[in-house]
């Protein structure tokens, strides 16, 4: 793996984007997991795929641009990131985190290490370590649409409307996502790797394009308390994200990732 290329990035350090458009965004939400799993629009037994294909396009997606259309012209969904590139070397199950020097070490992140599998894979794996002779480059998103949405769906339960908050809360739920996915997708383009990326917006959620999105807290072990390590690198109290005491983000509206940039990177379980 050491003698995979390392792309430049266009900065290192941090920066925030603030003129995101929420139509850019929209394009990248996963309608299988919006209708299916956020709303709870599922096949009925008996109906087969054509039927619920059918009602899908004819029912659910007029239900959908209606949301979409609510919460931009209401400014209910406000998309904002903070991402950087950072210098990087991996010593064990260790991430060394750099300063601009490429030198002088900043933070450490210590991952998992697969116990289960022959592979006993770690996301250190996937950068190069103190005795290459070379530094990587890790970068680092998160990214946030405000607690608008969540006080508007909140106050839609308290009026006793449960099904304007379900639809409300699973487009908030999924438009962060979806924001993550279009974050990940421009440092994609900015490290010039994005040329694996599959035409079709459908495949990238299935991880096709080169590196990983590993999320802090998800499968691959990345812990919630290392996100005061990322406060340091991101700053994303300038986007108005807060850090709880129980490492959980504010707005509720909000997720952070490490981004891989290794060919070989993929999504994986650790326990």
């Known amino acids: 793996m050491n003698q995979t290329p390392i792309p430049a990035p266009p900065f290192y350090g941090s920066k925030v984007v603030t003129d995101i458009s929420l139509e850019q965004v929209y394009n990248y939400i996963n309608p299988v997991v919006l209708f299916r799993v956020q709303w709870k629009y599922r096949r009925q037994p008996g109906m087969s795929q054509h039927e619920y294909d059918r009602f899908i396009e004819r029912e659910i997606v007029p239900i959908y641009q209606h949301y979409r259309m609510l919460c931009a012209d209401n400014a209910w969904l406000r998309p904002l990131v903070v991402y950087g590139y950072f210098h990087a070397q991996s010593d064990g199950d260790d991430l060394i985190i750099y300063h601009d020097d490429a030198q002088t070490e900043w933070v450490r992140f210590t991952f998992p290490r697969q116990t289960h599998t022959e592979e006993r894979r770690c996301i250190t794996d996937y950068f190069v370590g103190l005795d290459s002779g070379r530094t990587d480059v890790v970068a680092f998103q998160l990214v946030t649409v405000g607690d608008t949405i969540t006080e508007v769906a ?19 739920v999924e438009t962060t996502e979806a924001l993550a996915e279009y974050a990940h997708r421009q440092i994609r383009l900015e490290l010039d790797i994005a040329e694996a990326d599959s035409p079709y917006v459908l495949d990238l959620f299935h991880g096709s394009y080169q590196g990983a999105r590993f999320s802090f807290g998800d499968a691959a072990g990345p812990n919630s308390a290392d996100l005061t390590k990322l406060w340091q690198l991101l700053e994303p109290e300038r986007i108005g994200v807060e850090l709880s005491e129980g490492f959980q983000l504010a707005p509720e509206e909000s997720t952070a990732a490490i981004i891989v940039h290794h060919p070989e990177a993929r999504l994986f379980n650790v326990k």
């Open 154 to 172: 909140q106050a839609s339960l308290e009026a006793g409307n449960e099904g304007r908050y379900l639809h409300l809360r699973g487009l908030g």
